[in-house]
Nanobody, 124 residues
Framework: QVQLVESGGGLVQAGDSLRLSCAASGRTLSNYAMGWFRQAPGKEREFVASISRSGVLRSYADSVKGRFTISRDNAKNTVSLQMNSLKAEDTAVYYC?????????????????WGQGTQVTVSS
């Protein structure tokens, strides 16, 4: 399994931007479809964005479409999530996830490798 470590979370104000990164070790990330998920207090973990191995295919939750951008740099073994126009409802722990596959996946159950998460707090 690939080991995933998220970074870049923090406390920001509504309207600000943050860039989350997910660094992989132990395996070549180019073999993995990747995703970002988030979990707010008292809520279930939910899909945010996903990207295929090559980076050509991308998918977003409706709640973040137009504000968030997922990208990857396979040479650096990293996946990023650029978050713009942040809202208070974006407050959550953000997790990156990986699946050794060539497809595009939006469901938690599809992924078998997870990071520990990074906290994003947006004050209104």
């Amino acid at each position: 399994q690939v080991q995933l470590v998220e970074s870049g979370g923090g406390l920001v104000q509504a309207g600000d931007s943050l860039r989350l990164s997910c660094a992989a070790s132990g395996r070549t990330l180019s073999n993995y479809a990747m995703g970002w998920f988030r979990q707010a207090p008292g809520k279930e973990r939910e899909f945010v964005a996903s990207i295929s191995r090559s980076g050509v295919l991308r998918s977003y939750a409706d709640s973040v479409k137009g504000r968030f951008t997922i990208s990857r740099d396979n040479a650096k073994n990293t996946v990023s999530l650029q978050m713009n126009s942040l809202k208070a409802e974006d407050t959550a722990v953000y997790y990156c996830a990986g699946k050794i596959s060539g497809g595009l996946y939006n469901s938690i159950k599809d992924y078998d490798s997870w990071g520990q998460g990074t906290q994003v707090t947006v004050s209104s």
